[in-house]
T-cell receptor, first 112, second 111 residues
């Protein structure tokens, strides 16, 4: 299956600032998915990132808050903008590879 | 929308015991996926099921795709301490590649 490198693995950020999370895949994939996992909760899909087009956001998530880039078929970034403590979560990227959906190890974000 | 109801929410068992957890939905799923998440890590795929009635094993893990396509279960036999973690069922929304997840089953294994 695909191998995903996600960074940073964790960060503590001041409210009002922004953090960009990077996701690198070892093979070319059409779609990359970004999820949020709030403390003690399940995974919720934020958006789907396709190369060459704008990301598609799920209900409750907007581009101004979570801008996404997808410059090529192996890389994507998610930015968490103007952060507040409610944004403290684990953010994960995922791809649909040959053996099923593979996830990065996640970015644990704490906003203080 | 399609939702997955996963139970139990948590389990506390003794090492060596067998474990069973399940997922149900009011909607049909064409694929069922079972993941395990360790603390500080992303979910790791354990078993993927693609056909109604399919029974698949991966070591001590066994999962089945329900005949109605609205449910699935995961069994762990002879549990060991490293089985500790959160287990999620998941499946792609109908006509989509977007995954929807169950709320997870937190497993604690006492040595």
């Amino acid at each position: 299956s695909a191998v995903i490198s996600q960074k940073p693995s964790r960060d503590i950020c001041q409210r009002g600032t922004s953090l960009t999370i990077q996701c690198q895949v070892d093979s070319q994939v059409t779609m990359m998915f970004w999820y949020r996992q709030q403390p003690g909760q399940s995974l919720t899909l934020i958006a789907t990132a396709n190369q060459g087009s704008e990301a598609t956001y799920e209900s409750g998530f907007v581009i101004d808050k979570f801008p996404i880039s997808r410059p090529n078929l192996t890389f994507s970034t998610l930015t968490v903008s103007n952060m507040s403590p409610e944004d403290s979560s684990i953010y994960l990227c995922s791809v649909d590879s040959t053996y099923g959906y593979t996830f990065g190890s996640g970015t644990r974000l704490t906003v203080v | 929308g399609q939702q997955l109801n996963q139970s139990p929410q948590s389990m506390f068992i003794q090492e060596g015991e067998d474990v069973s957890m399940n997922c149900t939905s009011s909607s049909i799923f064409n694929t069922w996926l079972w993941y395990k998440q360790d603390p500080g890590e992303g979910p790791v795929l354990l078993i993927a099921l693609y056909k109604a009635g399919e029974l698949t094993s991966n070591g001590r893990l066994t999962a089945q795709f329900g005949i109605t396509r609205k449910d699935s279960f995961l069994n762990i036999s002879a549990s060991i301490p490293s089985d500790v973690g959160i287990y999620f069922c998941a499946g792609p929304k109908e006509g989509s590649e977007k995954l929807v997840f169950g709320k997870g089953t937190k497993l604690t294994v006492n040595p």
